[in-house]
Antibody
Framework: QVQLQESGPGLVKPSQTLSLTCSVS??????????WSWIRQPPGKGLEWIGY???????HHKASLKSRVIMSVDTSKNQFSLKLSSVTAADTAVYYC????????????WGQGTLVTVSS | QSILTQPPSVSGAPGQRVTISCTGT?????????VHWYQQLPGTAPKLLIY???NRPSGVPERFSGSRSGTSASLAITGLQAEDEANYYC????????????FGGGTKLTVL
């Protein structure tokens, strides 16, 4: 059974960079069958797709966030990461990492999520 | 405002049948892109409930079913149980947004 676990600071100051890592266990991140995705959920609100990274390092992000997002993958550690720059209070959310089926376009395994608060 | 439109809330008594709609446009559901559904219990991560419009992952009860027609999709839950009380989200792909995955705004199901 694949498991994903997010890690990173729970508090980030405005204008700084949010950094999160997702550790994958129970399966290889180097499989060509999956994209490795980030999704967020502001408190009390719905889900927002941020983007994904493939094990080769190729990425695709939501257009409105693209200029602030950097994603990376470390296949040796079976981890992938998200950096979101110039954060504001609007970026306060629970951030989930998830596995997406390349052929199906759906998210079949999710991390438990980590709350990141943007505040001074 | 979400690209896919869901009713904010639905309710039903135990044992009843409820449906949750997900309305899109010609650039997502209407363009024949698949719809997927997730269940989010309070304080937990979303869980895949239905994929590819009408397929249930292993372990999901047969009480849950999905369908798609035109620019809309639906999730049906029969034999409603107290444990079904949760938020439900639909998800698809939108070709007008540089190829983005899109979610509905979510529907809160209350079991009366």
């Amino acid at each position: 059974q694949v498991q994903l676990q997010e890690s990173g600071p729970g508090l980030v100051k405005p204008s700084q960079t949010l950094s999160l890592t997702c550790s994958v266990s129970g399966g290889s991140i180097s499989s060509g069958d999956y994209y490795w995705s980030w999704i967020r959920q502001p408190p009390g609100k719905g889900l927002e797709w941020i983007g994904y990274i493939f094990y080769t390092g190729s990425t695709h992000h939501k257009a409105s966030l693209k200029s602030r997002v950097i994603m990376s993958v470390d296949t040796s550690k079976n981890q992938f990461s998200l950096k979101l720059s110039s954060v504001t209070a609007a970026d306060t959310a629970v951030y989930y990492c998830a596995r997406e089926q390349v052929l199906g376009g759906f998210f079949d395994f999710w991390g438990q999520g980590t709350l990141v608060t943007v505040s001074s | 405002q979400s690209i896919l439109t869901q009713p904010p809330s639905v309710s039903g008594a135990p044992g009843q049948r409820v449906t949750i709609s997900c309305t899109g446009t010609s650039s997502n559901i209407g363009a024949d892109y698949n719809v997927h559904w997730y269940q989010q219990l309070p304080g937990t991560a979303p869980k895949l409930l239905i994929y590819g419009n009408d397929n249930r992952p292993s372990g999901v009860p047969e009480r849950f079913s999905g369908s798609r027609s035109g620019t809309s999709a639906s999730l049906a839950i029969t034999g409603l149980q107290a444990e079904d009380e949760a938020n439900y989200y639909c998800q698809s792909f939108d070709s007008s947004l540089s190829g983005s995955k899109v979610f509905g705004g979510g529907t809160k199901l209350t079991v009366l």
